[in-house]
């Protein structure tokens, strides 16, 4: 497909970067693609960002078909524009498509799609330390019909959001709470996906934790409801006795971008890292025994995000004195330092613009 550019006549002033909040002020354009059963994806535009015209039937609004994913674009000191492992985000969302039935995309061209519209709206890029220009790819049902079926037609688009930190804590500890009332996925569900409703299906856990002072949900397993599985928009790492340990992949964990990074960047420095089925139970013992010493989360949203207080069914887990852990710090340092240009990226993870 050929991509038809519309630019706007009235360009937005920028944001002050000093103040930038996260997912609130958005580009001067944005990427749309329209898919219909039969023709296959066709008129990919770049035009002004604005509303769209929808119906109330279209079903996107009744039955949740939708997917979405969440990447960044960040500016290095000498000015260049680099992404960080795009591809696998490309890839993840065609998982999601495939599990809620929604057509595949290609993802070279979305990859196309997505340089031109970052290159028109370059100078939306910040440069202010630790701020970044977030981008939300998204898909959606837009059908009009109320029958309980896949779509026969779908939006495909992109929008671009200057942002600061993700959470307000920063590089800080967060305290986070272990949900023992709701759940958020089993296996067999959406909970490996970007799927929309498990989002929603997350609310009710997150709101719970904010008005109890947490900053966010650390989720257990559906079934047996004592195994460690993500936080609402975080996988988690545990450093026990000098191993740096993750829940495994089973089904209803997000497999992350940034997850698989750091996997990679512990292997490569010999550090022991394991995935695994990890119990709250065991985390109490480690606790009590003094070898929880480190926790983390990790993500494209927040980067890495070091935890520095749990609490389960009204038992604080303070670790590491509730301070940011060695390698807690290192990860971020190198994560971001390659996201930026500033490290030297040996995986071939950067991709310039």
């Known amino acids: 497909m050929d991509i038809n550019i519309q630019l706007t006549k009235n360009p937005k002033p920028k944001p002050d970067p000093e103040t930038l909040l996260f997912g609130k002020q958005f580009t001067d354009h944005m990427f749309i693609a329209e898919y ?5 994806w066709y008129k990919a535009d770049i035009l002004p ?10 079903m996107v ?3 949740a078909q939708s997917v979405f994913e969440g990447m960044k674009c960040y500016r290095s000191d000498c000015g260049k524009l680099l992404l960080f492992r795009p591809e696998m985000n490309f890839k993840r969302l065609n998982r999601s498509d495939e599990r809620l039935c929604i057509p595949h995309i290609d993802e070279d061209f979305a990859l196309k799609a997505l340089e031109t519209l970052i290159k028109i709206d370059r100078e939306w890029v910040p440069s202010l330390s630790g701020t970044s220009l977030y981008i939300r790819p998204f898909v959606f049902a ?4 109320l029958g309980v079926h896949p779509s026969n037609s779908y939006i495909f688009m992109i929008i671009l959001s200057p942002v600061g930190a993700y959470y307000k804590e920063g590089l800080n500890p967060v305290r986070i709470v272990i949900e023992d009332e709701y759940v958020r996925s089993v296996r067999g569900s959406i909970g490996y ?3 929309s409703a498990n989002y ?5 856990g997150q709101e719970k934790a904010e008005k109890n002072g947490f900053t966010q949900v650390l989720w257990l397993d559906a079934v047996e409801r004592k195994y460690i599985e993500e936080v609402g928009t975080m996988n988690v790492f545990f450093k026990i006795s000098g191993e740096l340990i993750t829940p ?5 964990i997000l497999p992350g ?5 750091v996997i990679q960047l512990v292997k490569h420095k010999g550090i022991p890292v394991s995935e695994r089925r990890i119990s709250v139970e065991e985390l109490l013992d480690a606790q009590a025994k003094g070898t929880l010493e480190e926790a983390f989360g990790s993500g494209t949203a927040a980067v890495i995000s070091p935890i520095g207080k749990m609490m389960y069914e009204g038992t604080d887990m303070v670790i590491g004195g509730g301070k940011t852990g060695e390698i807690t710090a290192k990860l971020y340092d190198t994560l971001t330092g390659i996201q930026f240009g500033k490290t030297d990226d040996i995986f071939g993870w950067t991709e310039k613009i």
């Open 248 to 252: 495994m992949l089973s089904g209803s």
């Open 193 to 195: 996906t970007k799927g």
């Open 142 to 145: 837009s059908e009009n019909a």
């Open 61 to 63: 609004l009744h039955y």
């Open 49 to 58: 960002y604005g509303p769209l015209a929808l119906e109330p039937s279209v």
């Open 200 to 204: 929603a299906i997350s609310l009710k």
């Open 36 to 40: 219909k059963e039969g023709k296959g």
């Open 257 to 261: 971008v940034t997850r698989d990074s």
